[in-house]
């Protein structure tokens, strides 16, 4: 079975701090790992994404993520938060050797607060 | 490119209505996926398919239809719809199969109410 959590509904920040969405996941071997973002009625779009290699994973709009396998997380960081930020974003978990479709979080909403 | 395209954006129906959301892709992807979003619930799959003619249950697939019949369309018909399943809609599609790293592509969400 493969699982995601976000255990904070909500992250509010103030713009220029910067900002941190918590993920976890499980899986019964490597995992695939994504992070999106949904703006006000809009589909979901990627942000970044882990396979192997650098724990650091850097993507769209300044984002990046870490992946820490002792600790099964892959939280989501920005160095300086910005207003246009604010959304709901969702973590994303594939067991990369399974066959099983990806498994969301059921996301957290980060508000930028000027 | 157009992308992910789902139509209606709005529907209302009644309790025991049929309906069916529209969802099309132009860029030639094999898979094509639909998911449901609730509050708190994030994301849950409720069909997919890895090719035409080729479909699969996912997570939640009750009281939902699919077929896929070429590449480019994946409709999700609702047989008769229960206040349990308003919801917003998203079809997504992305290359390759269910595995794998591919990233998703979404459409813009399918906002449906049953009274």
């Known amino acids: 079975a493969q699982s995601v959590a976000q255990p904070e509904d909500q992250v509010n920040v103030a713009e220029g701090n910067p900002l941190t969405v918590k993920c976890t996941y499980s899986?019964?071997?490597?995992?695939?790992l994504f992070w999106y973002v949904q703006y006000p009625n809009r589909g979901l779009q990627f942000l970044l994404k882990?396979?192997?290699?650098?724990?650091l994973v850097k993507g769209s709009y300044g984002f990046e993520a870490e992946f820490n396998k002792s600790q099964t997380s892959f939280h989501l960081k920005k160095p300086s938060a910005l207003v246009s930020d604010s959304a709901l974003y969702f973590c994303?978990?594939?067991?990369?050797?399974?066959?099983?479709?990806?498994?969301f979080g059921s996301g957290t909403r980060l508000q930028v607060q000027p | 490119n157009a992308g992910v395209t789902q139509t209606p954006k709005f529907q209302v129906l009644k309790t025991g209505q049929s309906m069916t959301l529209q969802c099309a892709q132009d860029?030639?992807?094999?898979?094509m996926s639909w998911y449901r979003q609730d509050p708190g619930m994030g994301l849950r799959l409720i069909h997919y398919s890895v090719g035409a003619g080729i479909t699969d249950q996912g997570e939640v697939p009750n009281g939902y239809n699919v077929s896929r019949s070429t590449t480019e369309d994946f409709p999700l018909r609702l047989l008769s719809a229960a206040p349990s399943q308003t919801s917003v809609y998203f079809c997504a599609s992305s290359q390759g199969t269910v595995s794998g790293a591919n990233v998703l592509t979404f459409g813009a969400g399918s906002r449906l109410t049953v009274l």
């Open positions: 882990y396979i192997t290699g650098d724990n």
């Open positions: 899986v019964s071997g490597n995992p695939y």
């Open positions: 860029m030639n992807h094999e898979y």
């Open positions: 994303a978990v594939r067991d990369a050797a399974g066959r099983r479709a990806l498994t």
